[in-house]
């Protein structure tokens, strides 16, 4: 992987986490790289999981591997606020 893969890769991770977290209801505790890390494995798994499927790939906007991405985006923003909030949650209670 050369230079433009990384960058192409953070840049559609951004664009893929921030699209999950605009959907997701609520305020989510988790900074911008936690952000952008989540959106990187939703578009890598997204794609995985719509050629699994048979989705074909096009020219254009492939919309139905677009929805799986943002999907597992949303799912994963959901598991990492929940599991930062429990962990801030467990600092604070006495022991």
Not at 38 to 58: L, R
Request: aromatic share 4%; net charge positive.
């Amino acid at each position: 992987m050369n230079i433009t893969g990384i960058i192409t890769a953070i840049v559609i991770g951004a664009i893929i986490g921030a699209l999950g977290r605009l959907l997701l209801p609520g305020r989510q505790p988790i900074g911008v790289i936690l952000t952008v890390l989540v959106g990187i494995a939703a578009a890598i798994a997204g794609t995985a999981i719509a050629q699994s499927v048979g989705v074909d790939t096009t020219n254009g906007i492939d919309w139905i591997e677009l929805v799986f991405q943002v999907g597992l985006a949303m799912l994963g923003v959901a598991l990492v606020a929940g599991f930062k909030a429990r962990r801030k949650q467990q600092r604070r209670s006495p022991r």
